[in-house]
Nanobody
């Protein structure tokens, strides 16, 4: 059974930074594409960023230039560095891998 456990969310002022982590109990971690998604109240879940096993990245338009996704295959951990945060980044952030979802971590950006 795959487990994805997110951490690092919290409350931050606009312009600030947060780093999310996702610890994965996934034997095939190093060969799968992983990603971050988010869901704000009343909105659909949307793509934030993905990263392939080879390190190729893809970002949602709203976070390009501000967020950076990375992975540490030795630690089975996925990261999301979020800079220049805006109130509209407020959402529950979910880790995703091989069709599995984490429980989510809340990010709240105050204006």
């Amino acid at each position: 059974q795959v487990q994805l456990v997110e951490s690092g969310g919290g409350l931050v002022q606009a312009g600030g930074s947060l780093r999310l982590s996702c610890a994965a109990s996934l034997r095939t971690f190093r060969v799968v594409t992983m990603g971050w998604f988010r869901q704000a109240p009343g909105k659909q879940r949307e793509l934030v960023a993905t990263i392939t096993s080879g390190g190729s990245t893809n970002y949602g338009d709203s976070v390009k230039g501000r967020f950076t996704i990375s992975r540490d295959n030795g630690k089975n951990t996925l990261y999301l560095q979020m800079n220049l945060l805006k109130p509209e980044d407020t959402a529950v952030y979910y880790c995703w891998a091989s069709g599995n979802w984490g429980q989510g971590t809340q990010v709240t950006v105050s204006s």
